[in-house]
């Protein structure tokens, strides 16, 4: 069992993880290895002390050369869910469970809200992870809505699955050139499930499909906690960035504006201040 699992790799949980590595704490931290979408994607950063205009890619590299030079490895996934044992709490990532003692979530916040009915019908045709549930949907027809280009990968995976994939990107310059991928313009308003069949709602169209794979950077902390307090989709903190849930803590722009790095910094390293002293005090 792990000491902390740190979900996210953006500045919050960058943070969190140096602080910790340097404490000699035993953590495991999910996110993506390239880091945060909105550190790449950063034209110019002008208020982050020491790194005076400098590009998103450029720190970046500077976060990853830090990460390397202290022997910190990160699992590439996207956790599904975070659920209390009431002992200790599980996370779910890849199809795999991970136990910990504690939790810090420095996941960011939703560039994109859910639709009408998504959340509703999760689990019920609806899935946020491809890799967990794309085996069930093997030489059926799927629909893909994809926030980002770092989730082609994915939708491919999908489609080397599915008998077709109606694939919608909320992005520009989409590469999802295969023969049983259908591309659509268009922005979903709605999920509705009718006779096992799963139907997504254009403006002018609507599309059929035996499940909807919504693909997103972030997902809602209440839907990925259950009985997560929060408010206007960010999560409530006190000081130490505790949450209502014993063992689990939150930092950075999941726990509300300015959604600012340097802030982002400095929520994550009281998060993995307030893990060392929460372990102290259940020894």
Known sequence: MFDTIIIGTGPAGISAALTL????????????KNLSYKINSAEKIRNYPGLSNISGNEMKNIFLKQINDMGI??????VTGVYDLSTH???????????AKTIILAMGVEAI??????????????????????????N????????????????????????????????KDINMDLDNVNIIKGMPQKIEKEDKKMKL???????????????????????????????????????EMKTNINGVFAAGDSTGRPYQYAKAVGE????AHSVVNYLNNLK
Not at 89 to 99: H, R, S
Not at 142 to 169: M, P
Request: aromatic content about 10%; proline content about 2%.
């Open 201 to 239: 709602t254009f403006k002018d169209q609507v599309i059929e499909s035996d499940g909807i794979f919504m693909l997103k950077e972030a997902i809602s902390p209440s839907v990925l906690v259950p009985g997560l307090e929060t408010k206007d989709g960010h999560i409530l903190v006190d000081r």
């Open 89 to 99: 709490l599980a996370v779910l990532c890849n199809n795999e469970q991970y136990e």
């Open 140 to 171: 059926k027809d799927i629909t893909v809505v994809s926030s980002s280009k770092g989730f082609e990968h994915e939708a491919k995976y999908l489609a080397s699955l599915a008998n077709k994939v109606n694939y919608i990107g909320l992005y």
């Open 113 to 138: 809200k859910p639709i009408s009915g998504e959340v509703e019908l999760l689990g019920q045709g609806v899935s946020y992870c491809a890799t967990c549930d794309g085996f069930l949907y093997k």
């Open 268 to 271: 994550g390293n009281v998060a």
């Open 21 to 32: 590595k340097q404490l000699n704490k035993n953590f495991l931290w999910i996110g993506s």
């Open 73 to 78: 490895e990160i699992l590439d996934g996207q």
